[in-house]
C-alpha cells in the first residue's frame, strides 16, 4: 500500500512539469539554409550531401542567391487574432555598417506542428550583407508566444 501511495504520488509530480513543458505555443526549430543560383540547398536529397553543400556555399559565396529560414512551430489551434511568425536579421554590410531585416508572414495553425519558409533573396539578399545572428519569434495579437536565436542574438 506505501508502494502504491509513494507511486502516485511521483506521478502526480511528474504530470504537471510535463504539462507546463508542453507549452501549446512555440518555435520548435529554425534551420537556416543557404540557397544557390538555382534555389537549391543540396543537390541530392541526403543529409549528409545537404551539409556538405552548404559548407561549399559557406565558402564559395558568389554561388548563394538567397538565405532561407525553415521554422518549425506549434500554435494553439482556432484563435481569433492572427498569428505571425517573425524572422529578424542582424548583418555587416558594406563598410562594416550594421543592417536590420525583419521578415514576417501570418500562419494558420494545421495540424500539431507545422513547417514555414521564410526567404531573404534577390537584391535585398544582395544588399543586405553578411548575416550575422537572427532570431525567429512567434506572435498572436501583439504578444510574443515564444522565440528561438542564433547565438550571437
Avoid at 544557390?36 to 540547398?41: C, L, Q, S, V
Avoid at 551539409?51 to 556555399?57: E, G, K, P, R, S
Avoid at 544588399?127 to 504578444?143: E, I, K, Y
Wanted: charged residues 25%; contains cysteine; positive net charge.
Amino acid at each position: 500500500m506505501r508502494t502504491l501511495l509513494l507511486c502516485l504520488f511521483t506521478l502526480g509530480l511528474l504530470i504537471p512539469v510535463h504539462a507546463a513543458g508542453s507549452g501549446a505555443d512555440r518555435v520548435v526549430k529554425v534551420l537556416p539554409f543557404f540557397l544557390d543560383t538555382e534555389g537549391r540547398i543540396a543537390k541530392s536529397p541526403s543529409l549528409f550531401d545537404r551539409d556538405a553543400y552548404q559548407a561549399f556555399l559557406r565558402e564559395h559565396t558568389n554561388d548563394i542567391s538567397a538565405v532561407r529560414y525553415d521554422v518549425l512551430w506549434k500554435a494553439a489551434k482556432n484563435t481569433a487574432e492572427k498569428t505571425v511568425l517573425r524572422v529578424e536579421l542582424r548583418g555587416v554590410g558594406e563598410h562594416g555598417t550594421p543592417k536590420l531585416k525583419t521578415l514576417e508572414t501570418e500562419v494558420t495553425q494545421r495540424g500539431s506542428r507545422h513547417w514555414t519558409n521564410l526567404l531573404l533573396g534577390g537584391d535585398d539578399y544582395k544588399n543586405f550583407g553578411a548575416v550575422v545572428a537572427w532570431r525567429v519569434s512567434l506572435w498572436r495579437g501583439g504578444t510574443q508566444l515564444d522565440e528561438q536565436t542564433s547565438f550571437l542574438w
